[in-house]
T-cell receptor, first 115, second 112 residues
């Protein structure tokens, strides 16, 4: 079974631009979560989608948004990029139950650099 | 507000010795805790977890201890191996569901 895939793997943007990242979950998984990893802050939860609906949300500004399609693939969008948005963006998929009852499987991440 | 904290950014241990990674949390609603391991250029992978109804969970060389009164958990790796060198994240959530909140990570280096 194929793992979680994320595209693109690397991205360079300039301040003010917007970016869309894509995540394809493991087949059969209906939950997709997004995280931002930065040095010193660790992994910060952005949001979780389940069956095309946002189920949980972290404390990020509205510039960060996401969506999930009927095939469970998910996209994350960041508008009006700032230098501080430079980070590794990770997505993780699971069947859809609580995180205590199922393992989340992470993709390799998209490395975003904002200049 | 960092609800899950790993105060040691790095730890260096000799091969064969014990590695102890620590994690503190502030939210008393958390009742389920997990450890993830991350190698460079890969996503984190699940390592071990513990429910708040237990104070210890063991899986091979890995043992997680939970001290609810101190809101503290630790991961013990015995014996440590060079392949254990990675960044370790602790995470917390509620058993019934909710967000998974991660700490900042501790980079473990196991020297041969």
């Amino acid at each position: 079974k194929a793992g979680v895939t994320q595209t693109p793997r690397y991205l360079i943007k300039t301040r003010g631009q917007q970016v869309t990242l894509s995540c394809s979950p493991i087949s059969g998984h209906r939950s997709v979560s997004w995280y931002q990893q930065t040095p010193g802050q660790g992994l910060q939860f952005l949001f979780e989608y389940f069956s095309e609906t946002q189920r949980n949300k972290g404390n990020f500004p509205g510039r960060f948004s996401g969506r999930q399609f009927s095939n469970s693939r998910s996209e994350m969008n960041v508008s009006t990029l700032e230098l501080g948005d430079s980070a590794l963006y990770l997505c993780a998929s699971s069947l859809g139950g609580s995180f205590s009852q199922e393992t989340q499987y992470f993709g390799p991440g998209t490395r975003l650099l904002v200049l | 507000d960092q609800q899950v904290k790993q105060n040691s950014p790095s730890l260096s241990v000799q091969e064969g010795r014990i590695s102890i990674l620590n994690c503190d949390y502030t939210n008393s609603m958390f009742d389920y805790f997990l450890w993830y391991k991350k190698y460079p250029a890969e996503g984190p992978t699940f390592l071990i977890s513990i429910s708040s109804i237990k104070d210890k969970n063991e899986d091979g060389r890995f043992t997680v201890f939970l001290n609810k009164s101190a809101k503290h958990l630790s991961l013990h790796i015995v014996p440590s191996q060079p392949g254990d060198s990675a960044v370790y994240f602790c995470a917390a959530t509620r058993y019934q569901g909710g967000k998974l909140i991660f700490g900042q990570g501790t980079e473990l280096s196991v020297k041969p």
